[in-house]
């Protein structure tokens, strides 16, 4: 039997009647959570534990000639010290890129690169023995800026690159974009600035490596990924896949930011390894900024052109992309900052040039809207200049451009269910937006944004043939269900959502659901909490392992009644037929009834993307091609200080196309927490360095977080376009409605002082230049000079 | 040297024998298997540490063990009465106001202070509350709307006596 899910022409309706699906139900682990009783990783305490500290690099760029670690072992209470040697084989998250050591072996390529770890009684001993381990460096020129290490191709960054500094060049071209710009009538042509951020999740790192007498190694980690991690570890531990569990406790946060592998989690395996003992390695904050694999830095140059009535014409950008030390995602970064631009706008043709450089900086890798964050900004920025050129709304020039559902993008990709008109509408009406834009008094003002994200990468990192998720049922005669499923709860609700899904299907309260996730050896694979994925193909997953339960449930309680099973309904916790007083039981009533007649109840259920059927057929046509497509718009309105640049955002509106809310407090949440990181990027946070390579600020003080007294007031609206292949129509919520934080704040910034900011963060001292810059122009606006 | 003395926690009295550098945090962590309080940020950065001296929130993180000697400590396992979630407590998990509930601990132990300080605050006097507690998944709206919820069971449920 195939495991692709069946090919779904009906979309759902609205009108469907649900139990528990679309309902503001508590999340199964919500009580824990608030008790202060769920177990993250430094939660757990395990028997002989070893506390280990990893000795980072002081310099951006040094050869190690050698490493002296005898001191250190022979500190009363220090157990063992690893170092780049006991570790030759090279990992990396992407099958292509392997570029970088567990700790380095011959080169460290930036400040706070791990170098050796040491194992001891308890941490503090473990950080008294780093500084007795000498390590003899030989400094190397570090390289830090693009510009610098597209110069110097002699002086590699990384030994893995297969040409000078560059990472990653992709260049690819749809259509005709040279004569589309020559005929139109009007095109913009300008360059942005994206600073680099972090994801900082409040919870800093964490792992616990455990070597058993088996040989058997369990790994618990703070990761967002347990089964790439799984594969890592066997590659790098050189141990098959079979002698390693990978246990993923409570997640404080990720938002990308562990979505690899981390030199920690293959430090405590080893240290464990070598000590017989469990260790466990508890990042500090300042190594959390280190670590980092945060939103890439890129420059962005755009040629957008348009008709005078409004359409695009064509599209063209170069976009240089700042990659640090190592490749992490940036393969696919590199794809994504051109792939993920061509909805929800008919672009007609579309060309991008994008170079990924390493550097000696902390890696960036994949934060929220991962790759398309940036280029966004870039181009509803241009849309707004366009609109403004050719004296349109900037909402109805968007208008004219809307693609529609069920079509395809220029670069081939297939689009569903498309609710972004609604996105527009809503935030329209919800705003005010006609009463405010341009109107709005000088120092005040609106921007609009839109954009589109993937519900689920369409392949996995490493080709295969198997469901990217699976999921396996346990239907118990209590009346108990037990899912078990390789999900990761980041915070984001991922275990609720498969428990409201199978609860839909069985009948049973949410209380009966008990979900088994994050664990190698218990649940099978899904691929992970990334590229915004779960609900979409682990949620189907569930759904598909559900329904054949809820089959064999029907069929035996139907033969109980000796009515037809189709007229049989699970639902609130009762098997029923509807409008029949006398026909009425629990539902764990039914549950035995069926494992009377079938034995034990089981089932399995898995997800597998459609295929080559939703992408072009061209080199890099798999990257940004998913089964759904999520669509955003946001309203952000706000206040401008004259003298100082000072920018306040009084509030955005945000709807979100999420297919449907399977449950809209979750969804709400996922689109207030992606406006606000959005926002935190516009004016709050930048990774930055000082000119030697060292982070200016490694810190939740230094880079500015903000706090309940900084977030703007926010305002979700769904919009639920009932895709026909998510569950009961869902798509992704969790990334897209970031995207168009920053260009709908940049653009309000214009409406209010007629100033363009094309460098983020929109500090005070930027504003007030542009404003400057304005007046220096003469070109007044609203009336002031 | 290894320092012993009495500290009282959630109403149980542990003696506990730390060096004289442990901190709260640690002792409550470590020492105390109360593992609900959390470290975000190592130095009174993020506030997920927090939790109250004698009724007052503070950071454990940034506050030596001993410095609680002789002083009531109270901590996330505390704020629930006989089995009874604290009605921040449940309406911030009913309000969808702990994504990923790493912050959730300190956020509730200065939520709940003031509750205690100011039985009818306003959504500002929740944002000053709250500034010290640094949250990444919900953009406070949700925790915003969960403690006003919350104020008025509060006040409800006091006045029909059914919360101290």
């Keep these: 039997m195939s495991a692709k899910a069946p090919p779904r022409t009906e979309r759902p309706t609205e009108t469907e009647h649900f139990s528990v699906i679309g309902k503001r139900n508590r999340k199964v682990e919500g009580r824990r959570k608030v008790t202060g009783q769920l177990l993250y990783t430094d939660d757990i305490v395990l028997p002989r534990m070893l506390h280990a500290k990893i000795l980072r690099s002081p310099h951006a760029h040094a050869r190690i000639k050698g490493i002296d670690a005898r001191r250190a072992l022979a500190l009363p209470g220090v157990h063992a010290v690893v170092t780049g040697r006991d570790f030759p084989v090279p990992y990396g998250i992407i099958p292509w890129t392997r570029d970088e050591y567990p700790l380095a072996l011959d080169k460290a ?18 950080a008294d023995a780093l500084r007795l381990i000498e390590v003899e460096y030989e400094l190397l020129p570090p390289l830090l800026t693009v510009e610098e290490a597209l ?16 990472s990653k060049h992709v260049h690819l071209t749809f259509g005709d974009v040279e004569g589309g710009l020559a005929a139109s009538d009007e095109v913009v042509r300008d360059t942005w ?8 999740p409040i919870e800093p790192h964490c792992a616990i490596g455990d070597f058993g007498p088996e040989g058997l190694l369990t790994l618990y980690s703070s990761t967002q990924v347990p089964h790439y991690l799984h594969r890592e570890l066997a590659r790098v531990l050189e141990m098959p896949m079979d002698r390693i569990r990978v246990i993923q406790p409570g997640v404080g946060g990720a938002f990308g930011g562990k979505s690899e592998p981390f030199d920690l989690e293959f430090a405590v395996a080893r240290l464990s390894q070598k000590t017989g003992r469990p260790v466990k390695i508890l990042y500090t904050r300042e190594e959390v900024f280190y670590s980092h694999r945060g939103r890439h830095p890129m420059r962005l140059a755009y040629e957008v052109g348009a008709t005078r009535e409004g359409k695009l014409t064509a599209v063209r950008a170069k976009i240089h992309i700042d990659g640090g030390a190592y490749s992490s995602f940036g393969l696919v970064t590199t794809y994504y900052s051109g792939q993920l631009l061509c909805a929800p706008y008919v672009m007609p043709a579309y060309e991008f040039d994008s170079t990924r450089v390493f550097t000696n900086k902390p890696a960036c890798g994949p934060k929220r809207g991962h790759g398309s964050v940036q280029p966004r900004f870039a181009f509803e920025c241009a849309l707004d200049v366009l609109a403004e050129r050719l004296d349109l709304d900037p909402i109805e020039l968007r208008r004219k451009n809307l693609m529609g559902e069920d079509t395809r993008t220029v670069n081939e990709m297939r689009v569903t269910s498309n609710g972004f008109p609604q996105c ?27 954009s589109t994200y993937i519900s689920g990468t369409n392949y996995p990192i490493y080709p295969n043939d198997m469901p990217q998720s699976g999921c396996q049922i346990k239907v118990d005669r209590s009346g108990r269900v037990t899912v078990f499923s390789g999900v990761s709860d980041i915070g984001q609700g991922c275990d609720s959502v498969l428990a409201y899904i199978v609860a839909e299907e069985l009948g049973v309260e949410v209380e009966a659901i008990r979900v088994v996730a994050g664990d190698t050896d218990l649940a099978p694979v899904d691929l992970g909490a990334y590229s915004s994925r779960i609900t979409f193909m682990a949620g189907n997953a569930a759904l598909d392992a559900a329904r054949k339960l809820k089959r064999q449930v029907r069929e035996a309680q139907a033969a109980v009644w000796d009515v037809a099973p189709e007229r049989i309904e699970l639902a609130g916790g009762f098997a029923l037929v509807p409008g029949d007083q006398e026909r009425i039981v629990p539902v764990a009533q039914a549950f035995q009834a069926a494992e009377a007649r079938f034995g034990t109840l089981g089932s399995t259920g898995s997800y597998k993307s459609p295929g080559d059927a939703v992408h072009g057929e061209y080199r890099g046509g798999t990257i940004g091609a998913s089964p759904a497509y999520s669509f955003t718009a946001h309203v952000a309105e706000v206040e401008v200080e004259e003298e100082t640049g000072l920018v306040q955002v009084k509030k955005i509106w945000v709807a979100h196309d999420c297919g449907r809310a399977l449950n809209p407090t979750l969804v709400e949440g996922q689109m207030e927490g992606s406006a606000y990181m959005g926002y935190a990027e516009a004016l709050f946070e930048e990774q930055d360095f000082q000119p030697n390579g060292l982070h200016r600020g490694p810190s939740l003080l230094d880079y500015r977080l903000p706090t309940s007294l900084d977030t703007p007031d926010m305002e979700s609206l769904i919009i639920e376009s009932l895709d026909r292949e998510g569950p009961y129509g869902a798509k992704e919520a969790g990334e897209g409605p970031l995207h168009p934080s920053v260009p709908a704040i940049a653009n309000a910034i214009y409406d209010a002082v007629g100033a363009r900011v094309n460098d983020l963060p929109f500090y005070p001292g930027r504003v007030r230049a542009a404003i400057a810059a304005r007046r220096a122009a003469a070109r007044p606006w609203k009336g002031r000079s | 040297m290894k320092e012993t003395f009495p500290i009282a926690v959630n109403g149980d009295v542990h003696d506990v024998s730390v060096e004289p550098r442990t901190t709260l945090l640690e002792c409550l962590r470590y020492e105390l298997g109360l593992t609900g309080s959390k470290q975000g940020c190592d130095k009174g950065d993020c506030g997920a540490c927090t939790v109250w001296l004698d009724g007052r929130p503070i ?28 009605p921040v407590q449940d309406a911030l998990d009913l309000k969808g106001g702990a994504q990923c509930g790493f912050c959730t601990p300190g ?8 509750l205690e300080s100011n039985p009818q605050p306003t959504a500002d006097d929740v944002r000053q509350a709250l500034s010290g507690n640094l949250c990444r998944c919900t953009g406070y709206t949700k925790i915003i709307e969960a403690v006003l919820e919350a104020a008025s069971t509060l006040r409800a449920a006091r006045s029909a006596g059914e919360w101290p």
């Design chain 2, 59 to 86: 950071l454990s993180c940034i506050t030596l063990a001993r410095a609680a000697e002789g002083r009531r400590v109270t901590t996330v396992e505390g704020l629930a009465r006989a089995g009874r979630l604290h």
């Design chain 1, 424 to 450: 527009l509408d809503a935030v329209e009406r919800a705003s005010e937006w006609k009463k405010k834009h341009r109107r709005l008094p000088y120092g005040q003002g609106v921007g609009v944004a839109g």
């Design chain 2, 107 to 114: 956020i509730l132990m200065s939520a709940a202070a003031l």
């Design chain 1, 151 to 166: 110069a110097h191709p002699e002086n590699q960054v990384n030994p893995f690159a297969k040409v000078g500094n560059v």
């Design chain 1, 109 to 126: 390529l930036y400040i706070g690169d791990g170098v050796a770890a040491v194992a001891a009684d308890d941490e503090r001993t473990a």
């Design chain 1, 193 to 200: 600035f994206y600073a680099g951020s972090t994801h900082a």
